[in-house]
């Protein structure tokens, strides 16, 4: 367990859950390095210099040559922001009988730890083999150019003798980069790399830029685990690390709201995990089941069918689904107005956050308010139905256009003169879906 150049306390936590977990390994062997705190001639902390390659470089041949001397039949990679969600990933490596294997991580992009294609110079290579691979539509075990980030070898094999991080390849020219050095001295050992995507193993945060910090780091690896937990149990921290609450606010709105349909549990357990993991409080409404209403219900709340109604896209009447949505978001409305709320954020339970979002939504509620705009409602998420040309940017706001025909009320900002143009237009009147009637009431909607 090594630990060096750092700027918290990762020493005292790696340290404190190394003294309640020791018994658990056969062998444990602990190089804590206080100071330096930093590289000499690095610019910042995410800057990958020279110095720190050849520092990581040196603490994994250390690690490989530990294995080889206590006949290890195996050594396994994995960086630490790797996350691993398969229980059974290590047995299933072991399986296919290779001698540097890699299960292919999840990201938030088309980024993986695999390459398909290397340039003569030791470089990333495009090739039309990656996508198929990396989305799954070809499934398997596949031999490839380069893994990196999570891997195992087996040191059974008679050529995993040869198998170097460090020092180079005496024969080694390119680019000096601790996994290019690896893929190099397993092309010189005659040992193919192989990636496995048979299942789903793992995520894993796409790498920042040398200009980022290490709020940027821990804000990437926040949304890893955000995207884990959307379709696979959480991911809990250890029982043997003591973890900080935290101390959730409403993000500066008078109110936040969470429509959840209250059969649909799992979804709302999620949903608050994800808030609270994000430092948002926010209040549940309880989302109108709209096929559990009858016909007298519906008719005793004063709805009335909007004449003619087909969806524009299916040609069909509105479904009890559509009128439970759009009861759902029309009773924040009123809540919003009796309550005399100012700016509230409004959110639905299947919500997927993106990277960075609480601190990009700040940067835009700020700008709002120095700008002085007047605005009624801002969609945070949605789904463009109109791309035939570009919508118009607002002045002096980033990230900010003048929505054109949209659809989805997954996420928005509403203010309290924004509810009560709403709730004027009586919609219940003539009601149809909350996603037809938005773009009616800010004059984009096509028909």
């Given at each position: 367990v090594a630990t060096d150049h750092n700027k918290d306390n990762t020493t005292a936590i790696l340290r404190d859950w190394l003294?309640?977990?020791?018994?658990?390994?056969?062998?444990?062997?602990?190089?804590?390095?206080?100071?330096?705190r930093h590289y000499g001639d690095e610019d910042?902390?995410?800057?990958?210099?020279d110095l720190r390659y050849e520092h990581v470089m040196k603490l994994r041949q250390v690690a490989l040559e530990s294995a080889r001397e206590m006949w290890a039949d195996y050594f396994m990679l994995v960086d630490c922001d790797n996350l691993l969600t398969n229980p059974n990933v290590l047995w299933k490596l072991m399986k296919e009988n290779k001698t540097i294997i890699a299960p292919m991580l999840e990201s938030r992009a088309a980024?993986?730890?695999f390459w398909c294609g290397m340039t003569s110079q030791g470089?990333?290579?495009?090739?039309?083999?990656?996508?198929?691979?990396?989305?799954?539509?070809?499934?398997?075990?596949?031999?490839?150019?380069?893994?990196?980030?999570?891997?195992?070898?087996?040191?059974?094999?008679?050529?995993?003798?040869?198998?170097?991080?460090?020092?180079?390849h005496p024969e080694y020219s390119w680019a000096f980069d601790d996994i290019i050095v690896f893929a190099f001295s397993a092309r010189m050992a005659d040992v193919q790399m192989f990636v496995c995507n048979k299942e789903t193993y793992g995520y894993f945060p796409v790498p920042l830029r040398s200009h980022n910090?290490?709020?940027?780091?821990?804000?990437?690896?926040?949304?890893?685990?955000?995207?884990?937990?959307?379709?696979?149990p959480p991911v809990m921290s250890s029982k043997y690390i003591p973890v900080p609450r935290k101390q959730p606010d409403k993000l500066g709105f008078d109110e936040v709201f969470m429509i959840n349909l209250q059969r649909r549990t799992d979804r709302r357990e999620r949903m608050l995990r994800a808030l609270y993991e994000q430092e948002i409080t926010c209040k549940v409404i309880?989302?109108?089941?709209?096929?559990?209403?009858?016909?007298?219900?519906?008719?005793?709340?004063?709805?009335h069918m909007l004449p003619g109604y087909s969806d524009p896209y299916h040609g069909r009447p509105l479904t009890k689904g559509e009128l439970g949505c759009f009861l759902s978001h029309y009773n924040i409305w009123k809540e919003i107005v009796e309550?005399?709320?100012?700016?509230?954020?409004?959110?639905?339970?299947?919500?997927?956050?993106e990277v960075f979002f609480k601190r990009r939504l700040k940067n835009l509620m700020s700008e709002l308010e120095e700008e002085g705009l007047d605005w009624d409602l801002i969609y945070i998420g949605r789904k463009r139905m109109q791309v035939d040309h570009p919508e118009?940017?607002?002045?002096?706001?980033?990230?900010?256009?003048?929505?054109?025909?949209?659809?989805?009320?997954?996420?928005?900002?509403?203010?309290?003169?924004?509810?009560?143009?709403?709730?004027?237009?009586?919609?219940?009147?003539?009601?149809?879906?909350?996603?037809?009637?938005?773009?009616?009431?800010?004059?984009?909607?096509?028909?």
């Amino acid at each position: 367990v090594a630990t060096d150049h750092n700027k918290d306390n990762t020493t005292a936590i790696l340290r404190d859950w190394l003294v309640k977990v020791q018994n658990l390994y056969h062998y444990v062997e602990w190089r804590p390095k206080e100071e330096p705190r930093h590289y000499g001639d690095e610019d910042g902390p995410k800057h990958w210099t020279d110095l720190r390659y050849e520092h990581v470089m040196k603490l994994r041949q250390v690690a490989l040559e530990s294995a080889r001397e206590m006949w290890a039949d195996y050594f396994m990679l994995v960086d630490c922001d790797n996350l691993l969600t398969n229980p059974n990933v290590l047995w299933k490596l072991m399986k296919e009988n290779k001698t540097i294997i890699a299960p292919m991580l999840e990201s938030r992009a088309a980024y993986s730890n695999f390459w398909c294609g290397m340039t003569s110079q030791g470089y990333y290579k495009r090739t039309p083999a990656y996508i198929p691979m990396r989305k799954q539509v070809r499934k398997g075990c596949f031999a490839v150019p380069m893994v990196h980030s999570t891997f195992l070898i087996d040191l059974r094999k008679e050529a995993s003798r040869q198998l170097a991080f460090h020092p180079p390849h005496p024969e080694y020219s390119w680019a000096f980069d601790d996994i290019i050095v690896f893929a190099f001295s397993a092309r010189m050992a005659d040992v193919q790399m192989f990636v496995c995507n048979k299942e789903t193993y793992g995520y894993f945060p796409v790498p920042l830029r040398s200009h980022n910090t290490l709020q940027d780091e821990a804000d990437s690896f926040l949304h890893s685990l955000l995207e884990v937990n959307v379709r696979n149990p959480p991911v809990m921290s250890s029982k043997y690390i003591p973890v900080p609450r935290k101390q959730p606010d409403k993000l500066g709105f008078d109110e936040v709201f969470m429509i959840n349909l209250q059969r649909r549990t799992d979804r709302r357990e999620r949903m608050l995990r994800a808030l609270y993991e994000q430092e948002i409080t926010c209040k549940v409404i309880a989302a109108v089941d709209g096929k559990a209403m009858n016909v007298s219900e519906v008719q005793a709340m004063g709805i009335h069918m909007l004449p003619g109604y087909s969806d524009p896209y299916h040609g069909r009447p509105l479904t009890k689904g559509e009128l439970g949505c759009f009861l759902s978001h029309y009773n924040i409305w009123k809540e919003i107005v009796e309550r005399r709320l100012q700016t509230s954020l409004v959110i639905e339970d299947d919500l997927r956050f993106e990277v960075f979002f609480k601190r990009r939504l700040k940067n835009l509620m700020s700008e709002l308010e120095e700008e002085g705009l007047d605005w009624d409602l801002i969609y945070i998420g949605r789904k463009r139905m109109q791309v035939d040309h570009p919508e118009k940017a607002v002045p002096n706001i980033h990230n900010l256009v003048e929505a054109d025909y949209s659809y989805w009320t997954l996420g928005y900002m509403i203010s309290l003169q924004g509810a009560e143009k709403l709730l004027k237009a009586e919609p219940l009147k003539r009601i149809l879906p909350v996603d037809e009637f938005l773009p009616i009431m800010y004059n984009k909607h096509p028909v």
